[in-house]
């Protein structure tokens, strides 16, 4: 079960850089954001107002300012500096190579933080999938070379924006239901994306079939697909298990980049997806004692 779990949450993850890409083609991000949240959340809305309280029992209101500051983090933060990358030109494999860095980033303060201390072969893995990110991004970068090197910045700064929410979320000493947290945090988002689309005059939809398309893709692969998997897999597997999964990120989304989009795809990129594929296997192949000795 968590192996394909593991595989519908890589799947699912990489399709919201391939799905950006297919929205900023015809609109800015603002746009793209507005359209993806504000529906959805009138619908999560709906079926909390409509549903029995069970989900929502016992929550306090600091346990709802919790999630909405995690929603801030890792829906807003995070995609508003994903699709703005996008749109700037950094190819959709590229912003996702960028996001690879995100496991040695939560390696390395699961220990300070959380007490989830990672074992020496855990970082002999995240150090070998580092490796594979940056075979992957040097390829990729030298073929885009019309972009200013400031823009690989801020897929950056929605990285370190997803780890501080997975971070807040580990700490919170309350446990809170998908439907929950998807709502609140879809909610928050909505709010945020519509009052910047309206601030930036950028509401208004293209009539374009693609843009829709785009909207739909993003929708039931990005937010139910990979965004629920992604706190799914965390309860399961733990900061470091599915930070390192996010190493097959990068090359997964080079391969749909090369065939959606002509994006390159070189034998250096292979090479980098054999990597990270590695440092996946060494990483999530710690024994359970192994693991309970690293967090002693």
């Not at 968590?2 to 950006?20: D, H, P």
């Not at 601030?199 to 965004?227: C, E, H, K, N, Q």
Request: contains cysteine; positive net charge; aromatic residues 10%.
């Amino acid at each position: 079960m968590n192996l394909l779990l593991s595989v519908a949450f890589v799947l699912c993850w990489s399709s919201g850089f391939v799905g950006a890409k297919l929205g900023t083609e015809s609109s800015t991000a603002v746009t793209i954001l507005m359209w993806r949240f504000l529906p959805l959340a009138v619908v999560l809305v709906a079926v909390a107002v409509g549903s029995r309280r069970a989900p929502w029992q016992g929550l306090t209101a600091r346990d709802v300012a919790r999630q909405t500051a995690i929603g801030l983090l890792s829906q807003s933060g995070y995609l508003l500096t994903v699709y703005y990358a996008i749109q700037l030109g950094v190819s959709s494999g590229t912003t996702a190579l960028i996001d690879g860095t995100q496991p040695l980033v939560a390696g390395a303060l699961a220990g300070p933080l959380l007490r989830q201390y990672v074992s020496g072969r855990q970082w002999l893995g995240l150090c070998l999938g580092l490796g594979g990110v940056a075979l992957v991004t040097t390829a990729d970068a030298s073929a885009n070379t019309g972009v200013a090197w400031w823009t690989y910045l801020v897929p950056f700064a929605g990285m370190l924006s997803l780890v501080a929410a997975t971070f807040l979320d580990q700490r919170s000493p309350t446990h809170v239901t998908p439907l929950v947290s998807m709502t609140v945090h879809c909610t928050t988002s909505a709010l945020v994306f519509t009052g910047a689309a309206l601030a930036l005059g950028g509401a208004a939809p293209p009539a374009t079939g693609s843009f829709w398309m785009a909207i739909g893709w993003l929708v039931a692969l990005s937010t139910f697909g990979g965004y629920g998997l992604y706190w799914l897999v965390l309860q399961r597997s733990g900061v470091t298990g599915v930070n390192t999964l996010m190493f097959l990120m990068a090359p997964v989304t080079a391969i749909w980049g090369a065939a959606m989009f002509g994006e390159p795809f070189t034998v250096q990129t292979a090479v980098g997806l054999v990597v990270a594929l590695a440092a996946v296997t060494v990483v999530r192949g710690t024994s359970p004692r192994a693991s309970a000795a690293a967090r002693r």
